[in-house]
Each structure stands twice: as structure tokens, then as C-alpha cells.
């Protein structure tokens, strides 16, 4: 628990359908590659937690939190 940031890198060539919810900086149905990734970085949850959502592909997620 205490992680209010994370990232989101694919792992696929492609990812279809990435959707974040409860984030600062939220997604709908957004398409992220290896090559144009930055839409996913470095995001902050609003509250409690975010939904992440993906209809095609798969993402690695990476939480972290302020020292």
C-alpha cells in the first residue's frame, strides 16, 4: 500500500482499448505502442485506486510512490 503513481509500458507491440479510470490523468480507449508509450507514464491515482482496463494486448504496470 502507499503507491499513488504508476506507469503503464506495453509489453505487446500494441495495446488496444487501455482505459483508466480514477486517475488523474484518465484514458478511454486509447492505443498505446512501444513506440508512442508516454500516454501511459507517469499517472497519479485520484482516491483509493483506478481502474485499468485493456480490450487487446497487455501492459506492464509499474506503481510507485514518493521517498
Same mark, same amino acid.
Given at each position: =500500500?502507499?503507491? @499513488?503513481?504508476?506507469?503503464? #509500458?506495453?509489453?505487446? $507491440? #500494441?495495446? &488496444?482499448?487501455? =482505459? +483508466?479510470e480514477g486517475a488523474k490523468y484518465?484514458? &478511454? *480507449?486509447?492505443?498505446?505502442?512501444? @513506440? *508512442?508509450?508516454?500516454?501511459? %507514464? =507517469? *499517472?497519479? #491515482? $485520484?482516491? *483509493?485506486?483506478?481502474?485499468? %482496463? +485493456? @480490450? &487487446?494486448?497487455?501492459?506492464?504496470? #509499474? ?5
Amino acid at each position: =500500500s502507499g503507491f @499513488k503513481y504508476f506507469s503503464l #509500458i506495453p509489453a505487446t $507491440d #500494441i495495446v &488496444k482499448g487501455v =482505459s +483508466v479510470e480514477g486517475a488523474k490523468y484518465p484514458l &478511454k *480507449n486509447a492505443r498505446l505502442s512501444r @513506440k *508512442n508509450a508516454g500516454f501511459g %507514464t =507517469s *499517472n497519479e #491515482i $485520484d482516491g *483509493n485506486c483506478a481502474l485499468i %482496463t +485493456v @480490450k &487487446k494486448g497487455a501492459l506492464f504496470v #509499474i506503481e510507485s510512490r514518493d521517498a
